[in-house]
């Protein structure tokens, strides 16, 4: 049997969603290396991966506001798999980095031992519990580094090993918004810091804002130094997921030192 008469699987859907949500919507094609690495580990062709990809471009409502169609014509073999994202995250985003690591022929335990170290220890529910969040947390990472073309929205810093997948909601205080896209910025150690102690802001034109607080310290060589200039800066702007406009404000609400 051919490939393009050969059925898709749930397998190959939720691989396909988990690197959907990991590119930009520029790097959708067949030439992009991630693209070819999914395609030869399902015994798929990159050009296949990468309509598919482009089917969920059509059903995420990103792209929907910007009038982007995508390809359509797979919608209604996406849309499923879209929804129990939406609905689950925690659950299929975990799931698929299982498949993930199975398909490149290792373990999650092995692919994410620098993030799972200490939980050797658990066991049982408390151990799948943890094991889960840890994981996920570093594929939120991936996302939102890849959102915002692994720099930093403020400084533009462009190492990796240097940045961070800050939440706007705090990891605790909403479960259902923690591995959304749109709570999520890619800032350095320093302003991920500040920005989740509350001593700097986002306001909803996007522009940073200095804390009360922190505008006590001007007369210091380090507020000149790594805060004056910032004041007002728009951050730069992402590559799919924009920061959703009620998790700023909600920041601005309950975590800004006004």
Not at 96 to 108: D, F, G, N, P, V
Not at 153 to 177: F, R, Y
Not at 205 to 225: A, C, G, I, P, R
């Amino acid at each position: 049997m051919k490939e393009g008469q050969k059925l898709w699987t749930r397998d190959e859907f939720v691989l396909t969603l988990n690197l959907y949500l990991k590119l930009p919507f520029g790097k959708l094609d067949a030439r992009t290396p991630e693209v070819i690495h999914l395609a030869s580990i399902i015994g798929r062709t990159p050009g296949s991966v990468s309509m598919r990809l482009n089917n969920f471009a059509s059903v995420d409502p990103f792209h929907l506001k910007r009038g982007i169609a995508g390809l359509g014509g797979g919608k209604k073999q996406v849309k499923p798999y879209w929804d129990e994202f939406i609905n689950n995250k925690d659950e299929l985003l975990f799931e698929s980095e299982k498949i993930l690591a199975e398909k490149e022929y290792t373990i999650i335990e092995t692919k994410f031992e620098d993030d799972l170290r200490g939980t050797e220890h658990l066991k049982g529910e408390n151990k799948l519990r943890e094991v889960m969040t840890r994981v996920n947390q570093n594929v939120f990472r991936q996302i939102v580094l890849a959102n915002y073309d692994n720099k930093c929205a403020i400084t533009g810093i462009d190492i990796p090993h240097l940045l961070v997948a800050s939440h706007i909601i705090p990891w605790a205080k909403n479960e259902q918004e923690r591995l959304n896209p749109e709570n999520g910025i890619c800032l350095s150690p320093l302003y991920d810091r500040a920005y989740d102690k509350g001593y700097i802001g986002i306001n909803r034109k996007f522009e940073v804002l200095l804390s009360t607080e922190l505008k006590k310290k001007q007369k210091n060589d380090y507020y000149l130094k790594h805060f004056d200039s910032l004041n007002g800066l728009k951050i730069t702007q992402p590559k799919k997921y924009f920061p959703k406009k009620e998790f700023l404000e909600f920041h601005l609400d309950k975590i800004f030192r006004k």
